[in-house]
C-alpha cells in the first residue's frame, strides 16, 4: 500500500551548519515528485531525511516531522531499520553488490531482513526484476555477477532489489544520470509504470525530466551564500514549469540562474 508523506517545520543539521530549513510538503501516495534546483540546495539532503538515511552521516541531525501515513518516523520507539525497509532508496550511481550474482543482489535485503525458503526467493526475484522490466534481459543468467551489467541495466536491478523487501515509497536520488539516453529513456517509461504501485520522490537536475515524469514539483534553492537551503514552492508540474508562483522559481526555470 503506497504511502502518503509530510514534512512538517523539518530543519537538517550537518553538525552546527542548518543545511536546510524549515521545509513543509505533502507527497501524495502512488505520484511521481520531482525535487528540482541548483547544486547544493538541500534536494538530496532532504531526500535522505525523508527514510532516515541523512543519520548515518556522523554528527547529522533533524528537527521537525516526518509523517508517513500521519506517524512520525522520527519517533523515538521507531526503528530506522524498519523506516528504510518501507522507505526504499536508488542512489545516483548504480550500486550492485559487485561480488553478487544478479540472483543474490536482487534477495540481499530479504536475506538480511531473515531466513526465505528457496522457492519464496525464486519468486520474488522474478516479480521484482519484472517489476524492474529486467527479467527478458538476464532471465538466463540470474548466476552471473549483477556488476557485468550494462549501466542501464544495474540501475535497474538496484530498482529490483530496492522493491523486492515490498516497500511502500521509493526514492531515487538523481536515478539517470550516470546514464546513456537509451537507459535514461528506460528508467523513466519504469517509473511510470513503478507509480501505480509506490510513492515516488525523484531528485533530478534535469528539468525536462521532471517535467516529463512527475505530476507535482518541488524546487528547492538556497537562501543565500553560505546560507541554508529552502523549499521555494511545490505546486503542479505544469504550474510549475509554465506559471510558478514565486520569482525566483521562474528564473531558474528560464535559466537566468541557477
Not at 501524495?28 to 520531482?34: E, K
Not at 543474490?104 to 522474478?126: C, H, I, Q, S, W
Not at 515490498?166 to 546513456?180: F, I, K, Y
Not at 504501485?197 to 543565500?224: C, D, P, W
Amino acid at each position: 500500500m503506497a504511502k502518503r508523506i509530510e514534512a512538517k517545520n523539518l530543519n537538517i543539521y550537518y553538525g552546527k551548519f542548518l543545511a536546510v530549513e524549515n521545509v513543509n510538503l505533502t507527497i501524495a501516495p502512488r505520484s511521481v515528485t520531482a525535487f528540482i534546483g541548483p547544486s547544493g540546495c538541500g534536494k538530496s539532503t532532504v531526500l535522505r531525511t525523508i527514510n532516515r538515511m541523512h543519520e548515518v552521516i556522523a554528527g547529522a541531525t533533524v528537527q521537525g516531522e516526518v509523517l508517513l501515513d500521519g506517524e512520525n518516523i522520527y519517533a523515538s520507539e521507531i526503528d530506522p531499520v524498519n523506516v528504510r525497509r518501507t522507505i526504499g532508496m536508488v542512489f545516483q550511481r548504480p550500486n550492485p553488490f559487485p561480488t553478487m550474482s544478479i540472483y543474490d543482489n536482487v534477495v540481499a535485503g530479504l536475506k538480511l531482513a531473515g531466513k526465505p525458503k528457496r522457492g519464496e526467493l525464486d519468486t520474488v526475484v522474478e516479480r521484482s526484476l519484472r517489476g524492474a522490466n529486467l527479467w527478458e534481459e538476464v532471465k538466463d543468467r540470474l548466476d552471473k555477477p549483477g556488476a557485468g551489467l550494462s549501466g542501464g541495466q544495474q540501475q535497474r536491478l538496484c530498482i529490483a532489489r530496492a522493491i523486492a523487501v515490498e516497500p511502500q515509497v521509493l526514492l531515487m536520488d538523481e536515478p539517470c544520470s550516470a546514464l546513456d539516453p537509451i537507459s535514461t529513456l528506460a528508467i523513466e517509461d519504469l517509473i511510470q509504470t513503478l507509480k501505480e504501485k509506490y510513492t515516488i520522490v525523484i531528485v533530478t537536475h534535469n528539468m525536462q525530466q521532471a517535467a516529463r515524469v512527475s505530476e507535482r514539483t518541488a524546487f528547492f534553492n538556497l537562501a543565500g551564500i553560505g546560507k541554508p537551503g529552502q523549499l521555494v514552492e511545490i505546486d503542479d508540474t505544469q504550474k510549475i514549469f509554465s506559471n510558478p508562483t514565486e520569482r525566483r522559481t521562474e528564473d531558474y526555470i528560464s535559466g537566468r540562474f541557477g
